[in-house]
């Protein structure tokens, strides 16, 4: 936990850097977070007691406050990212929204559509995480 929280405040500050060099960067930070923000991000949050902590979410908004915006959520809001091998995780719908397309102010400009993709957690030796989509203009 202490290693991911210090990675995510280091790259927290890199990217405030760059953004403040060059407000007009097109950054996106992409990828399993490994934090679920909001407690409808997890279909029980009290199962978690990593993902839902504090200072896991602390960690996540200070991309909000750098400016990134999770242009995913307000486009899909209610969808699951990962569902858990066990117990039937997945055909219960009993899943987490850990993964994200955090994007620079520029870059959620261009943001015009999103999508998760589901169905693709339904194949031959799936991931238990499926595709997070954003399509730019």
Do not use: C
Not at 20 to 43: H, K, R, W
Request: hydrophobic content about 40%.
């Amino acid at each position: 936990m202490e290693y991911k929280l210090e990675f995510l405040d280091r790259l927290a500050a890199d990217v405030a850097e760059q953004l403040e060099m060059d407000p007009d960067a097109q950054i996106a930070l992409t990828g399993d977070f490994n934090i679920a923000p909001l407690d409808s991000d997890v279909f029980n949050v009290n199962y978690f007691e990593t993902h839902v902590s504090e200072p896991e979410r602390q960690a996540f908004e200070a991309f909000e406050q750098i400016g990134f915006s999770d242009k995913l959520r307000e486009l899909v809001p209610d969808q699951y990212t990962y569902w858990d091998y066990k117990d039937l995780r997945f055909p219960r719908n009993e899943g987490m929204r850990i993964d994200f397309q955090l994007t620079s102010p520029a870059l959620t400009e261009r943001v015009m559509g999103a999508s998760i993709e589901r169905d693709e957690r339904k194949g031959e030796l799936p991931s238990d995480h499926v595709p997070v989509v954003i399509e730019l203009n």
